[in-house]
């Protein structure tokens, strides 16, 4: 893919040459009467001879010329744009359900997190909350039984849940089993 300035660069030359045809054309169309004549006398002297009428005409022709390249222009870009369009909307069907599960878990996560934050008996900070399809593990370790008890009945009432796996271990006792899956 090209770059923006390569891209800029193209464009302002596909102008210029625009405009350097539209000059020239405005002196010499094919199968037209020249607009601008160089003769050279015997002494080699040159004469310039310009028909302003032809140029004007030459001029006219070239600018309708411009203005029909510019149209199809428009339609292509137009095209393009379609395409492009077509292209984010079938992307969005295909990745964007997986980026709103992402994203609502991201969310479950957060609130489990906030809920267990601001509970003063429980130390949220040596837990850790993932989230996937809305089940929630709880993982880390607390002082007591109740602080692991707390915890999972907080991530249980905090929206969007759908289950709590919880893996936290109390200090001092052995890790638990993980409980069955279900509220």
């Known amino acids: 893919m090209k770059s923006r300035h390569m891209q800029a660069f193209s ?9 350097s045809s539209l000059l ?12 601008v004549q160089v003769t050279r006398d015997a002494e ?3 004469h310039v001879k310009v028909d302003g009428d032809q140029v004007d005409k030459n001029l006219e022709q070239a600018g309708e010329e411009l203005k029909a390249g510019a149209e199809q222009v ?3 870009a137009n095209d393009a ?9 079938r992307v969005n069907a295909e990745v964007g359900p997986v980026v709103q599960d992402v994203m609502d878990d991201a969310g479950v996560t957060a609130r ?6 601001a509970d003063p008996d429980v130390n949220a900070f ?11 593990t709880l993982n880390g370790k607390v002082a007591s039984d109740y602080q692991r008890k707390e915890a999972e009945e907080l991530a249980n009432r905090t929206e969007g849940v759908v289950s709590v796996v919880n893996l936290i271990q109390v200090a001092g006792k052995e890790a638990l089993p993980p409980p069955p899956s279900g509220r």
């Open 112 to 117: 489990v997190k906030a809920r267990l934050v």
């Open 74 to 76: 428009k339609e292509a």
């Open 11 to 19: 464009w302002a030359m596909a102008v210029c040459l625009a405009l």
């Open 44 to 46: 080699g002297d040159a």
């Open 24 to 35: 020239a054309a405005g002196c010499h169309r094919d199968g037209e009467s020249e607009a």
């Open 81 to 89: 744009g379609a395409a492009l369009e077509r292209g984010a909307e």
């Open 126 to 136: 040596h837990i850790d909350v993932d989230t996937v399809d809305g089940r929630v």
